[in-house]
C-alpha cells in the first residue's frame, strides 16, 4: 500500500478499519501543526493562502501566517466589516481534506488517540476491527456568535438527566455527558465571534480549556486534551457598553492581530467590486464607470473622518458594497421606468443610494442632531468635492487667477441670469442630455479637458461638474423630492435652503411643481 501522505481522498475513504489506516502509516497530528504544515507548502509552492482579501498583504496576512506557524491560539482585533470572520472561514483551507476518526464518535475521536468513554469503549472491544470514518474539513470549522444568552452548557457541556434516564446510567457514570460545542469541535478550528459579548464568566470557563486542556462538568473532572485552534474576533473594547475581553483570559491568547480598513481606494473598489451582488441582466443593462466606484468608495473615507460619525464604531465595508448595489439598482430602476433597454449611470444614481449609508453609520450627538438621512447627503455632497479636483480645475485656486477669466466663468453667468437645470432621477436618456445641452459653456470645459471620451461619460462628467460647482459654492444645487435643482448661489439664498437641509414645502409655487417636481 503506498505510503498515507500520498494517498487520494477517495483512496483514504476506501480504509474503513483501524488496522488497515495502521498499514497506511498514518500518525496523528494536532490540528495546529497540520496548519502549520499546509501553510508551509502554500508558502513554498507561491499559492494565495488567503483568496480574496484585499489590502491586508503587507500587514494582517503575514502577522497571520506568523502566529501559524508559531502554533498560537489568535484573536483578530477590529472594527466592524474589516472581514475578519472571513479571515478565519478561510483557514479551513489550511486542514486536510480529510482525517481519520472512530465511526459513531460524537468527540471526532482520532482512532489512535482516542478521547471519549465511547471510542475507547469501541477500541477494546474490537481492536483492530474498529471501523474508521472520514472526516472532511468543512465539518472540523465550528463557528459560535457570542450573545449575552450563551451559557457554560451550550460552550462545554451538562449532564444530561434523559439521557441517565434512557441508558439507565447512574448521574456518577461519565456517559451522562452531553458535550458541548468546544468538545463537539475536537480536532478543528473553533471561532468564537464577538467575545467582549460573552459574559465575564463564561469568558473564565474557557481558561483552562486554553492553557490545560481539561474541563469540569457539573462536578465530572474530565481530563480531555482537546486538540483545538481557537480564533476570536472582537471589536476595540470601548466599542461599545457590551462588555470586554477579561484580562486573564486575553492574557491566554498568544497573537492579537489588528485589522483596518483599505488604505486607498483602489483597494476599496476591489473588495466592492468582488462582494456586490450585481446580476447579469443588471450588468447587461447598466454601463458603469470609474467615477462613480470611486465615489462610493469616498464617502466610506469621508464618513470615517466626520464629525457626524462615531469613529469608535467605525464604518463597515458593507456600506460600499450596499452604496454599490443601489447605484446599480437605480439606473436600472430608471431603464425600466423610461422602456430602455440599457442606460449609462449617473451621478443622480449615485445620490439615490442614501438609504444604504444611513444605516452603515453610527451617529454622534451631532450627528442624530442633523438626522441620518442629512448626514449622508452631506458625506456625499463631500465625496463629489474631494473626487472633483481629479477631473477639473480647483474652483477656488480658479477664483485667485490674476489676468485669465475662470473657465467655470460661462456656466456661472448663465445660472446668474436667472436660469435653472432640474434634474430629476427618472429623466429619461434623451431629457437627460436636453437639460444638460442647455447650458451653456458645460460641455465646452469637458470636452476641453477629456476630448476622448464618448458621448456618454462626456454627459456624466457635464453632471458631475454641475454637482462639483454646487459643493464649491459657484452656484447652488437645492434637493427636490425627484431629484436636484442647479440655480444660481445668490438668487437661491432668497428663495430654498441647498442640498441636504430641509426645505419647506408650503414655499413652492403650485404651478411650478408639474414643471419642477415637487420638492420636499
Known amino acids: 500500500m503506498p505510503a498515507y501522505d500520498s494517498l487520494s481522498a477517495d483512496q483514504l475513504q476506501k480504509i474503513t478499519t483501524l488496522g488497515a489506516l495502521k498499514k497506511s502509516g498514518y500518525q496523528p497530528r494536532s490540528v495546529k501543526t497540520e496548519l502549520r504544515d499546509n501553510l508551509i507548502k502554500k508558502l513554498q509552492s507561491g499559492e494565495d493562502v488567503f483568496p480574496g482579501i484585499f489590502g491586508y498583504e503587507e500587514t494582517v496576512i503575514p502577522e497571520l501566517q506568523r502566529a501559524i506557524l508559531a502554533g498560537h491560539h489568535i484573536n483578530l482585533l477590529g472594527l466592524r466589516g474589516q472581514a475578519k470572520t472571513r479571515i478565519a472561514r478561510l483557514l479551513i483551507g489550511l486542514l486536510d481534506e480529510y482525517v481519520p476518526m472512530v465511526e459513531g464518535s460524537e468527540l471526532n475521536d482520532d482512532p489512535l488517540q482516542p478521547l471519549s468513554v465511547f471510542a475507547k469503549n469501541l477500541l477494546a472491544e474490537h481492536g483492530d476491527n474498529t471501523p474508521v470514518a472520514w472526516l472532511p474539513r468543512a465539518d472540523r470549522y465550528t463557528e459560535k456568535l457570542a450573545t449575552p444568552d450563551v451559557s457554560v452548557a451550550d460552550l462545554i457541556g451538562d449532564a444530561d438527566p434523559i439521557k441517565a434516564a434512557t441508558l439507565k446510567l447512574p448521574y456518577s457514570d461519565e456517559r451522562v455527558i452531553h458535550f458541548g460545542l468546544i468538545p463537539r469541535a475536537h480536532r478543528g478550528i473553533f471561532v468564537i465571534n464577538e467575545l467582549p459579548d460573552l459574559q465575564a464568566r463564561i469568558q473564565v470557563s474557557l481558561f483552562n480549556i486554553l492553557q490545560e486542556g481539561d474541563i469540569q462538568i457539573r462536578g465530572f473532572k474530565v481530563r480531555l486534551p482537546l486538540d483545538l485552534q481557537f480564533v476570536f474576533t472582537a471589536n476595540p473594547e470601548d466599542y461599545t457598553n457590551r462588555g470586554s475581553i477579561v484580562t486573564p483570559l486575553k492574557d491566554r491568547i498568544d497573537a492579537q492581530i489588528i485589522t483596518h480598513y483599505p488604505k486607498s481606494i483602489e483597494i476599496g473598489k476591489r473588495i466592492t467590486q468582488q462582494e456586490a451582488r450585481i446580476k447579469p441582466a443588471q450588468r447587461g443593462m447598466v454601463t458603469l464607470n470609474d467615477i462613480v466606484s470611486d465615489l462610493v468608495e469616498q464617502v466610506a473615507i469621508e464618513a470615517r473622518g466626520s464629525e457626524f460619525v462615531d469613529a469608535k464604531s467605525g464604518v463597515s465595508a458593507r456600506l460600499t458594497i450596499s452604496a454599490f448595489e443601489q447605484v446599480v439598482a437605480g439606473a436600472e430602476r430608471r431603464a425600466l421606468v423610461n422602456g430602455e433597454k440599457n442606460t449609462y449611470v449617473r451621478v443622480s444614481d449615485f445620490i439615490t443610494a442614501v438609504p444604504a ?27 463629489i468635492r474631494t473626487l472633483f479636483l481629479n477631473y477639473f480645475p480647483d474652483p477656488d485656486k480658479a477664483k485667485k487667477l490674476k489676468g485669465r477669466p475662470s473657465p467655470y466663468k460661462t456656466v456661472q453667468e448663465w445660472f446668474g441670469a436667472g436660469h435653472t437645470v432640474d434634474l430629476l432621477h427618472d429623466l429619461s436618456t434623451k431629457d437627460y442630455r436636453t437639460a444638460l445641452d442647455q447650458v451653456p459653456g458645460l460641455r465646452d470645459i469637458v470636452t476641453e479637458l477629456h476630448p476622448n471620451e464618448d458621448a456618454e461619460a462626456t454627459y456624466f462628467l457635464m453632471e458631475f461638474l454641475l454637482h462639483g460647482l454646487s459643493e464649491y459654492s ?12 442647479f440655480k444660481d448661489l445668490l438668487s437661491s439664498m432668497f428663495t430654498m435652503p441647498s442640498f441636504g437641509e430641509d426645505d419647506d414645502e408650503d414655499d413652492e409655487d403650485e404651478e411650478e411643481k408639474p414643471q419642477r417636481g415637487r420638492r420636499r
Do not use: C, F, P
Open 357 to 383: 449609508v444611513t444605516g452603515k453609520v453610527e451617529l454622534v450627538y451631532e450627528g442624530e442632531q442633523e438626522g441620518a438621512g442629512i448626514v449622508a447627503e452631506k458625506l456625499m455632497g463631500k465625496a
Open 474 to 485: 459657484l452656484i447652488s444645487r437645492n434637493r427636490l423630492t425627484a431629484g436636484a435643482q
